[in-house]
């Protein structure tokens, strides 16, 4: 599956954005989805996940409450949903695929898009 993430740019903190991550080459809902980001000099961190069934849904701590992860099997794309945003929020924010093992991790993830970058400001 190839994936390609949009809706990224330059927010204000408190302010709101979407991300999209657009599937091709298979449907989507064959796999659980990850959001992870990577901010400069640091190392890739998980944000959110969905199981494959969608009936787990798991985020970090640090955006619980915050961003919302989900999906529309027809448009066969996945969306991460930020809001209230906080400069320490700014990263490159990647989608992958996921096919077994433990949602959260990283080493999980099958396939990842190019990621989309998000920058918040104070």
């Known amino acids: 599956v190839h994936l390609v993430e949009s809706g990224g740019g330059l927010v204000q903190g408190g302010g709101s954005l979407r991300l999209s991550c657009q599937a091709s080459?298979?449907?989507?809902?064959?796999?659980?989805v990850g959001w992870f980001r990577q901010a400069p000099g640091k190392e890739r961190e998980f944000v959110a996940a969905m199981s494959r069934d969608d009936r787990m849904t798991i985020y970090s701590d640090s955006v619980k409450g915050r961003f919302t992860i989900s999906r529309d099997n027809v448009k066969n794309t996945a969306y991460l949903q930020l809001s209230s945003l906080k400069p320490e929020d700014t990263a490159v924010y990647y989608c992958?695929?996921?096919?077994?093992?433990?949602?959260?991790?990283?080493?999980?993830?099958?396939?990842w898009g190019q990621g989309t970058q998000v920058t918040v400001s104070s």
């Open positions: 992958a695929a996921h096919i077994s093992g433990v949602l959260r991790y990283i080493n999980s993830y099958d396939y």
């Open positions: 080459g298979r449907a989507l809902s064959d796999y659980g």
